[in-house]
């Protein structure tokens, strides 16, 4: 998993800097003489052919990716008018006053626990599913399908079903605690509730994804390994630990990496169900910066969280690599 | 997989049901009815003999069933005449279709004209990206001594109507007159004040049924604000010049705030969040005996409790017996806008067409099926009226409370170019109130410092 991913981003990088030094190669051709023309016209054709085939993705990047970048660096310098056109020039005053407001503090606070109650919620429960589901039992083919379920629910679909489970008064899940007694549960409405109940719904979205790739992870081990062990006299819960953890921790890493990722940018759900109420108890980053940038037009000051998400983000993911990573058992 | 199905199926219609100053939670299900521009009929307009009829293209936010009213209108409009032909597209809620008129501002993609609900029109005047709809007034004498003085009022900035009213609805309290019988109430003597109605809600609070509930929703503590005749913003609610100070943090709406709050703690009252479709689904199931609610919600709430209880309509409550004379309601809904950067022919076109929706028949047709007021006092004549109010009394109510709501700067409303964003602060101070995390006092303070720094910020943006 990890290798297919690191030779996908190489691809791009490869070409440019042959071509470079192609170009080099010519220069310093030319001066030495005419006599290796035809070769260094040869070279040259196939660093125009490289140019030629990075082209689509280098444009690529650059209207999606560069461009939009340069873009919120220059609107996070500037206030904007109502109709969200560059204003004034207001330096770091954007910045400041983020760190100087309530708000945004508040927002990396909910962001933080949101992290903390998804991510190794949905590892774990999509580690123990997988776990169980690798064993090679008849009928285990249902279970596999159930678990891996809501990976085809989007988003907005599975907010909606979700917002029928948690509504106040006419709610499903309200009305099974009714029935064993339970005094009903103001999932989305109490400030204290309502993070807990999206980080719900987050991690049961979450599974389908983290339950395919880990339970890919741990068919990709050798079945000898695990006979050798059982020869060796190790039980299911010894195997599991010394065994098949190790073994899937690539592919856990690699899980891990990217939903902390998806968890910063978790969108979709709290725009539904939330929109970042009550009391800006679920307004997390993004759809603060979201209501900022595209509710209220105030691009400047979107733009300057956006970059402070980006750099948090970077931040993050870099620690992941520089720390976690050496944990990892690469076979 | 199937009843699955049909549970989503309900929300989803629920969801379209509309209410007046938010419109519904728009999922798409108002079809834009794209009118075919082909038809080729001979042009009857002496300035201009192209032959084919002008476009309008007309951006709304009615969604679920006044979307299909909304479409219905445009056909016969279409119909009606072969010279302008109007095509409305279904552009989201209010704050998205504005949004979206935002992006396309100066962009050449926007629409000749476009509904903007009332607390955008401070943003719309100031956007320059509009025509004012007195030129066009002024430039033919039209009458507009027909329309409602409240809704006029409201619309009308420095003397001048930036925009035409389409509809408009005010707030109502919405009571469960079978659970009033049940609880030894009288059913046709609805609470009036803020004590009467702590004292219903407590006797309506059992077996399952509590006292009320009101949705998390600003436009209710404006109300309950002008309705004390107390102005949101200084410089008279910014009518006289740009306020530049919000106001929330006087006693006027404390005490309202209070007073909702000590019914949540006492168990009364519902928190059911800020959605009106919530406490509107629990008022039909029964669950709460009274809510808050706008009046284009009448024809749905009525609907859904047909056959299950008798709904009564009353009056907005105000704090004490004393109040009665103060203040009154102000008009909510939304306005129609022309846009100056499309051909003069399409924006004479648009006012044809404006023209259409603010007659008599067509008021009455609207008012009828939707629950908006009409906005012509005409339509009061039409028998389609008549007859809806003697099968549907309670519409009675929210006419007699605009009627009843003397003109101040309170009841003109508040204006603001920052309203959109000062609900959402109101919203969130009222949620720290019910919810314990601060007093009263201490949230709308909080919220009236951010929005007055909003209001500033926005104020220092727009060019004067």
Redesign the interface.
């Known amino acids: 998993m990890e290798n297919r991913i690191e030779n996908t981003d190489e691809t791009a990088p490869v070409p440019l800097q042959k071509g470079t030094l192609d170009a080099n190669a010519e220069s310093s051709s030319r001066t030495s003489g005419n006599s290796s023309r035809t070769a260094s016209l040869g070279r040259f054709r196939e660093a125009a052919l490289a140019a030629i085939f990075i082209a689509p993705a280098l444009l690529l990047f650059g209207i999606f990716l560069f461009y939009p970048l340069i873009q919120s660096v220059y609107l996070s310098l500037h206030s904007t008018n109502p109709r969200g056109q560059v204003a004034n020039f207001v330096g770091l005053a954007n910045f400041r006053n983020l760190f100087n407001s309530p708000g945004f503090p508040n927002s990396l606070m909910v962001t933080l626990k949101f992290i903390l109650l998804t991510v190794p919620a949905s590892l774990a429960f999509a580690l123990a599913f997988a776990a169980v589901c690798r064993s090679r039992i008849r009928g285990m083919k249902i279970f596999r399908f159930v678990f891996a379920l809501p990976i085809a629910v989007s988003v907005s679909t599975g907010s909606i079903m979700w917002m029928v489970l948690f509504h106040p008064t006419l709610g499903t899940l309200n009305y099974f605690l009714g029935k064993m007694g339970i005094a009903p549960v103001q999932w989305l409405t109490d400030p204290n509730m309502a993070l807990l109940s999206i980080s719900l719904m987050t991690v049961w979205m979450n599974i389908g994804f983290l339950f395919i790739l880990l339970l890919g992870g741990m068919q990709s081990i050798p079945e000898e390994i695990y006979e050798s062990a059982k020869i060796d006299g190790s039980g299911p819960v010894r195997t599991f630990w010394r065994l098949t953890l190790p073994l899937v921790s690539p592919t856990l890493f690699f899980a891990s990496v990217t939903s902390v990722i998806g968890a910063f940018q978790a969108f979709g759900q709290i725009n539904i169900l939330t929109k970042g109420g009550p009391v800006n108890s679920t307004n997390v980053l993004v759809f603060k910066l979201y209501e900022d940038a595209f509710v209220n037009f105030r691009f400047g000051i979107g733009s300057a969280q956006a970059l402070v998400l980006f750099a948090i983000v970077l931040v993050i993911t870099v620690l992941q690599f520089v720390v976690a990573e050496r944990k990892v058992h690469y076979q | 997989m199937f009843a699955?199905l049909c549970?989503?199926m309900v929300?989803?219609t629920a969801c379209g049901g509309g209410t007046g100053g938010q419109s519904a939670s728009g999922n798409g299900t108002a079809d834009a009815a794209p009118t075919a521009a082909a038809a080729g009929t001979e042009g009857s307009s002496d300035t201009q003999t192209s032959g084919e009829p002008v476009k309008v293209v007309w951006w709304h936010a009615m969604s679920g069933e006044l979307g299909t009213v909304v479409d219905g209108l445009v056909k016969q409009f279409n119909e009606s005449q072969d010279e302008v032909e109007v095509e409305a597209v279904f552009q989201g809620t209010y704050?998205e279709s504005l949004?979206k008129l935002?992006?396309a501002?100066g962009s050449g993609t926007g629409p000749t004209m476009i509904q903007t609900y009332e607390i955008g029109s401070r943003?719309m005047i100031?956007?320059g990206?509009i025509t004012p709809m007195q030129q066009f007034i002024d430039a033919e004498s039209y009458d507009v001594s027909n329309l409602e003085e409240n809704i006029l009022g409201y619309y009308t900035f420095d003397d001048r109507l930036y925009s035409m009213p389409f509809n408009t609805s005010n707030p109502i309290l919405y009571y469960n007159k079978d659970a009033f019988k049940a609880a030894g109430l009288d059913p046709e003597n609805p609470p009036k004040t803020y004590e009467e109605v702590a004292e219903a809600a407590k006797t309506l609070t059992k077996d399952g049924m509590t006292g009320g509930s009101f949705a998390?929703y600003g436009w209710f503590m404006e109300q309950l604000t002008a309705n004390q005749g107390a102005e949101l913003l200084n410089h008279s609610n910014g009518r006289d010049g740009m306020a530049d100070e919000a106001l929330l943090g006087q006693p006027a709406i404390v005490n309202t705030l209070e007073w909702w709050k000590k019914m949540v703690d006492d168990g009364v009252m519902?928190?059911?969040?800020?959605k009106t479709d919530?406490t509107k689904?629990?008022f039909a199931?029964g669950?709460?005996a009274m809510t808050l609610d706008s009046t284009a919600s009448l024809r749905g709430i009525v609907k859904a409790a047909e056959g299950k209880f008798e709904v009564g309509t009353a009056p907005l409550p105000k704090p004490t017996e004393a109040d009665a004379g103060k203040g009154g309601v102000v008009v909510g809904g939304a306005s129609l806008w022309i846009l100056n950067d499309r051909p003069e022919e399409e924006q004479q076109a648009a006012w044809k067409f404006i023209k259409y929706l603010a007659e008599p028949a067509t008021q009455a047709q609207w008012h009828v099926n939707t629950g908006y007021f009409p906005i012509t006092k005409e339509a009061y004549n039409e028998d389609l009226v008549k007859e809806n109010l003697e099968k549907y009394p309670q519409f009675q109510t929210a006419i007699d409370q605009l009627h009843n709501s003397e003109l101040t700067p309170a009841t003109k409303g508040a204006v603001m170019?920052?309203f959109?964003?000062a609900r959402?602060l109101t919203?969130?101070a009222i949620?720290?109130a019910l919810?314990g995390?601060a007093s009263p006092q201490e949230a709308l303070d909080r919220a009236s410092a951010e929005i007055t720094q909003k209001i500033q910020?926005?104020n220092s943006?727009?060019a004067q």
């Open positions: 699955c549970m989503l929300v989803l704050d949004n935002k992006t501002m943003f100031d956007s990206a998390i519902l928190n059911l969040g800020r919530d689904k629990a199931a669950q709460i170019g920052v959109p964003e959402q919203e969130t949620e720290e919810t995390t910020d926005y943006t727009v």
